[in-house]
């Protein structure tokens, strides 16, 4: 079982940036790939960024250029720096960590923390 902790959220006026963290419980949390989601009011929920255990990572078109997915696997913490924000980036961000099991594969999600960026 892994517990995601999110923080970092909040209000920022358009142009501005964030950094999101999300802490992770237990020891294993360098096999885990490592995601962030949004989901905005009325809107599916929606992949933003990823980085995998390797160290790689893949991006929404829409954020490209803008945030930035990293880890930390001594701190079990994933990071995403969020720039040049625009009043579309509103939404409650959503941490996630899985990884491949014989059958399937485990998930886990974060509670969600609240980024508003005003126009």
């Known amino acids: 079982q892994v517990q995601l902790v999110e923080s970092g959220g909040g209000l920022v006026q358009a142009g501005g940036s964030l950094r999101l963290s999300c802490v992770a419980s237990g020891s294993t949390f360098r096999i885990y790939d490592m995601a962030w989601y949004r989901q905005a009011p009325g809107k599916q929920r929606e992949l933003v960024a990823r980085?995998?255990?390797?160290?790689?990572?893949d991006y929404a078109d829409s954020v490209k250029g803008r945030f930035t997915i990293s880890r930390d696997n001594a701190k079990n913490t994933v990071y995403l720096q969020l720039n040049s924000l625009k009043a579309e980036d509103t939404a409650v961000y959503y941490c996630n960590a899985e990884r491949a099991v014989l059958v399937g594969s485990l998930r886990y999600w974060g509670q969600g923390t609240q980024v508003t960026v005003s126009s």
């Open positions: 980085i995998f255990s390797g160290g790689s990572t």
